[in-house]
């Protein structure tokens, strides 16, 4: 079994900043893919943000510049650093992960997601 949990969401004045954290547990061999999405009401989740485990990154062009994704392979944790906010980036964000999953020799990768957890930037 693996778990992941986030946190690091909250309410904040546009122009601020907060830093979203989800780390891993459980059952881990390693983790290929780390994704930030983000899901308003009434709309399509959205990829924000993904680091391979070569550390690339990719970034939708709506936060290129202000937000930055990053990786801790030591501690199974994927971050994103959100400075210079905007309104429009009101939503709840969800961390998605690809994990490889060991069983005695077998290697198995399986997708998890975060809970979500909740950033309101107000004007």
């Known amino acids: 079994q693996v778990q992941l949990v986030e946190s690091g969401g909250g309410l904040v004045q546009a122009g601020g900043s907060l830093r979203l954290s989800c780390v891993a547990s459980?059952?881990?061999?390693?983790?290929?893919?780390m994704d930030w999405y983000r899901q308003v009401p009434g709309k399509q989740r959205e990829l924000v943000a993904t680091?391979?485990?070569?550390?690339?990154?990719k970034y939708v062009d709506s936060v290129k510049g202000r937000f930055t994704i990053s990786r801790d392979n030591a501690k199974n944790t994927v971050y994103l650093q959100m400075n210079s906010l905007k309104l429009e980036d009101t939503a709840v964000y969800y961390c998605?992960?690809?994990?490889?999953?060991?069983?005695?020799?077998?290697?198995?990768?399986?997708?998890?997601w975060g809970q979500g957890t909740q950033v309101t930037v107000s004007s």
């Open positions: 998605r992960l690809d994990v490889v999953v060991p069983s005695g020799t077998i290697r198995s990768q399986f997708q998890y």
């Open positions: 459980g059952n881990i061999f390693s983790i290929n893919d």
């Open positions: 680091i391979s485990s070569g550390s690339i990154t």
